[in-house]
Protein backbone atom coordinates (compact mmCIF):
# COMPACT_ATOMS: atom_id res chain seq x y z
CA UNK A 1 0.00 0.00 0.00
CA UNK A 2 2.09 2.93 -1.08
CA UNK A 3 0.58 6.26 0.29
CA UNK A 4 1.10 9.46 -1.80
CA UNK A 5 -0.69 11.73 -0.45
CA UNK A 6 -2.47 12.41 2.97
CA UNK A 7 -4.73 15.27 3.98
CA UNK A 8 -5.04 15.97 8.01
CA UNK A 9 -7.08 18.11 9.48
CA UNK A 10 -7.08 20.23 12.50
CA UNK A 11 -7.85 22.98 14.83
CA UNK A 12 -4.43 23.60 15.64
CA UNK A 13 -2.90 25.11 12.36
CA UNK A 14 0.28 27.60 13.63
CA UNK A 15 1.13 25.09 16.18
CA UNK A 16 1.76 21.96 13.83
CA UNK A 17 3.32 24.20 11.44
CA UNK A 18 5.45 25.24 14.01
CA UNK A 19 6.02 21.73 15.09
CA UNK A 20 6.57 20.60 12.09
CA UNK A 21 9.02 23.38 10.27
CA UNK A 22 10.41 24.34 13.66
CA UNK A 23 10.22 21.33 15.43
CA UNK A 24 11.02 18.85 13.04
CA UNK A 25 13.18 20.52 10.56
CA UNK A 26 10.79 19.80 7.53
CA UNK A 27 10.30 22.16 4.76
CA UNK A 28 6.83 23.95 4.55
CA UNK A 29 5.78 25.50 1.35
CA UNK A 30 2.09 26.87 0.24
CA UNK A 31 1.08 27.97 4.00
CA UNK A 32 -1.83 29.64 3.95
CA UNK A 33 -4.29 30.62 6.82
CA UNK A 34 -6.15 27.37 6.26
CA UNK A 35 -3.84 24.97 4.87
CA UNK A 36 0.25 23.78 4.61
CA UNK A 37 1.94 21.34 2.74
CA UNK A 38 4.55 19.05 3.52
CA UNK A 39 6.77 16.92 1.31
CA UNK A 40 7.57 13.63 2.61
CA UNK A 41 8.84 11.58 0.47
CA UNK A 42 11.46 9.68 -1.55
CA UNK A 43 15.19 10.70 -1.77
CA UNK A 44 17.43 9.89 -4.10
CA UNK A 45 20.06 10.11 -1.55
CA UNK A 46 21.77 7.00 0.04
CA UNK A 47 24.30 7.36 3.14
CA UNK A 48 25.38 5.03 5.44
CA UNK A 49 24.19 5.13 9.16
CA UNK A 50 27.57 6.63 10.26
CA UNK A 51 27.75 9.34 7.67
CA UNK A 52 25.59 11.80 9.13
CA UNK A 53 23.05 12.46 11.82
CA UNK A 54 19.42 11.82 11.11
CA UNK A 55 17.46 14.51 9.59
CA UNK A 56 14.51 14.76 7.78
CA UNK A 57 16.09 13.75 4.03
CA UNK A 58 16.45 10.60 5.83
CA UNK A 59 12.62 10.16 6.00
CA UNK A 60 11.60 8.25 2.75
CA UNK A 61 7.59 8.45 2.75
CA UNK A 62 4.69 8.21 5.25
CA UNK A 63 4.02 4.26 6.05
CA UNK A 64 1.72 4.51 8.88
CA UNK A 65 -1.66 6.58 9.39
CA UNK A 66 -3.89 5.79 12.49
CA UNK A 67 -7.32 5.15 12.09
CA UNK A 68 -9.13 5.55 14.63
CA UNK A 69 -12.84 3.66 14.39
CA UNK A 70 -15.74 2.82 17.17
CA UNK A 71 -15.63 -0.79 15.60
CA UNK A 72 -12.32 -2.08 14.07
CA UNK A 73 -13.61 -5.28 12.86
CA UNK A 74 -16.12 -3.50 10.58
CA UNK A 75 -13.55 -1.07 9.13
CA UNK A 76 -11.06 -3.78 8.59
CA UNK A 77 -14.24 -5.67 5.90
CA UNK A 78 -14.43 -2.26 4.36
CA UNK A 79 -10.71 -1.45 3.84
CA UNK A 80 -10.93 -5.09 2.51
CA UNK A 81 -13.89 -4.78 -0.16
CA UNK A 82 -11.45 -1.78 -1.78
CA UNK A 83 -8.48 -4.04 -2.03
CA UNK A 84 -6.35 -3.32 0.61
CA UNK A 85 -5.57 -6.89 3.29
CA UNK A 86 -4.63 -7.58 6.56
CA UNK A 87 -1.16 -7.24 7.78
CA UNK A 88 -0.99 -9.38 10.64
CA UNK A 89 -2.92 -10.09 13.82
CA UNK A 90 -6.18 -8.40 14.15
CA UNK A 91 -8.26 -7.69 17.30
CA UNK A 92 -11.74 -6.00 17.83
CA UNK A 93 -9.02 -3.31 19.27
CA UNK A 94 -6.27 -3.26 16.88
CA UNK A 95 -5.71 -4.08 13.24
CA UNK A 96 -2.88 -3.04 10.72
CA UNK A 97 -4.02 -3.32 7.31
CA UNK A 98 -1.56 -2.94 4.30
CA UNK A 99 1.33 -4.33 3.37
CA UNK A 100 5.46 -3.84 3.90
CA UNK A 101 5.17 -0.43 2.34
CA UNK A 102 2.21 1.44 3.60
CA UNK A 103 -0.23 0.50 6.75
CA UNK A 104 -3.48 2.31 8.37
CA UNK A 105 -3.24 1.53 12.07
CA UNK A 106 -6.94 0.94 12.69
CA UNK A 107 -7.36 1.42 16.70
CA UNK A 108 -10.78 1.48 18.78
CA UNK A 109 -11.67 5.02 19.77
CA UNK A 110 -10.44 5.69 23.49
CA UNK A 111 -7.42 2.66 23.05
CA UNK A 112 -4.28 4.25 24.26
CA UNK A 113 -1.66 4.42 21.54
CA UNK A 114 1.34 2.51 21.71
CA UNK A 115 4.19 4.41 23.66
CA UNK A 116 1.88 7.40 24.74
CA UNK A 117 -0.57 8.05 27.59
CA UNK A 118 -2.63 9.64 25.11
CA UNK A 119 -5.76 8.16 24.01
CA UNK A 120 -7.06 7.58 20.33
CA UNK A 121 -9.43 10.06 18.91
CA UNK A 122 -11.52 9.99 15.52
CA UNK A 123 -10.37 13.28 12.82
CA UNK A 124 -11.17 13.76 9.52
CA UNK A 125 -8.64 12.46 7.06
CA UNK A 126 -7.66 11.80 3.09
CA UNK A 127 -5.47 9.59 1.91
CA UNK A 128 -4.26 8.94 -1.81
CA UNK A 129 -3.12 4.91 -2.14
CA UNK A 130 -1.58 4.46 -5.12
CA UNK A 131 -4.03 1.53 -7.24
CA UNK A 132 -6.91 2.02 -5.05
CA UNK A 133 -7.14 5.84 -5.50
CA UNK A 134 -8.40 8.81 -2.41
CA UNK A 135 -10.17 7.69 0.08
CA UNK A 136 -11.96 10.60 2.36
CA UNK A 137 -12.40 8.88 6.07
CA UNK A 138 -14.15 11.03 8.94
Known amino acids: MMIEELQLYTTRMEDLKHFYRDTLGMEVSNATD ?9 TNRIQNESDHDFSTQD ?26 TRW ?3 SDTFAPVGDVHGLFIVVKKDRTWFFSKQKAKIYPLEVSIRGVGKLRIG
Open 59 to 84: ILQVCEVGLVTEDVLSTVNELQQIGL
Open 34 to 42: QAFNLQVGR
Open 88 to 90: GEV
